[in-house]
């Protein structure tokens, strides 16, 4: 069956730098655009980073463009998202997603995994 499980949450320190990492499994990665999504507490979930099937063009929203890097290991059917310089407005669980664009919109279809807690202290 389709899986995606999300690991390398955590707390920290602000300023400090968390990589997440998403296990794929049970479909055809390399022919999937991956995303990440946040859902902060009483918050709409949010778009975080996107990267193409070949890994080759990304997509970031602005809260975060600039400290984290999206990438991926289609060999691996992994998805990695490296977060630097935390703040504590990043604090969220954070998911995978597996569909089919990069862009800055709500999942309207596609697999998710089941998230991981990243909190950052001030």
């Known amino acids: 069956q389709v899986q995606l499980v999300e690991s390398g949450g955590g707390l920290v320190q602000a300023g400090g730098s968390l990589r997440l990492s998403c296990a794929a499994s049970g479909f055809a990665f390399g022919n999937y655009a991956m995303r990440w999504f946040r859902q902060a507490p009483e918050k709409e979930r949010e778009f975080v980073a996107g990267?193409?099937?070949?890994?080759?063009?990304?997509n970031y929203a602005d809260s975060v463009k600039g400290r984290f890097t999206i990438s991926r290991d289609n060999d691996k059917a992994m998805v990695y998202l490296l977060m630097n310089s935390l703040k504590p407005e990043d604090t969220a669980v954070y998911y995978c997603?597996?569909?089919?664009?990069?862009?800055?919109?709500?999942?309207?279809?596609?697999?998710w995994g089941q998230g991981t807690q990243v909190t950052v202290s001030s």
């Open positions: 990267i193409n099937w070949g890994g080759g063009v990304t």
């Open positions: 997603h597996a569909g089919g664009t990069i862009e800055r919109t709500p999942a309207s279809f596609g697999y």
